[in-house]
């Protein structure tokens, strides 16, 4: 439903002129039939063409330039690039966080839920040597993080993490 009507006919607009000259903003609504004849759609299209145009293109080089960097980057102690790492989930080696910085850290957030820390199941040898009070004190902080973000699923899985460390 169109709510805006042909400032000469009244028929449904569908060209819709902004002007702004010397800070005075004017709005014309056309038809399509009126703004063919006055000319208007004229002079604008080909204008939004090349504007598009440039647009695609710069948005399209972008996209090159992000590939070659993201493969040109490799590890320098096992050589494995960020697609690697990501494809299998683990870092090949201890300088693999490192050489991947930003995309690393984010790796790591998405795994672990959005904590920076390891808040997965902790293995029964290390039971007693790791501070559960800290990861319990961590996970209460994400799980308010998720519901003001309204990230409910994810505060449903971190909920059920703290009921089973603080029953463990």
């Known amino acids: ?13 569908t060209v819709h002129i902004t002007k702004i000259v010397n800070g005075q903003k004017s709005v014309v609504h056309l038809c399509q039939d009126c703004a063919a004849s006055s000319g208007a759609a004229g002079e604008l299209v080909p204008q939004i063409q090349e504007m598009e145009k440039a647009f695609l293109e710069n948005a399209v080089s972008e996209a090159r330039k992000e590939v070659s960097e993201e493969t040109a980057q490799t590890c320098p102690g096992c050589g494995s690039s960020f697609e690697e790492i990501e494809k299998s989930g683990r870092f090949h080696c201890p300088k693999c966080a490192e050489a991947f910085g930003d995309k690393a850290l984010t790796m790591i957030r998405q795994m672990q839920g959005g904590a920076m820390r390891h808040i997965g199941k902790i293995p029964k040898k290390f039971e007693g040597k790791i501070d559960k009070g800290a990861v319990i004190a961590e996970l209460k902080i994400e799980l308010e993080r998720a ?22």
């Open 147 to 168: 519901i003001k973000q309204e990230r409910y699923e994810e505060a449903a899985q971190i909920r059920d993490k703290l009921k089973s460390l603080q029953k463990a």
């Open 1 to 13: 439903m169109n709510k805006y009507k042909c400032d000469i006919c009244g028929k449904p607009a």
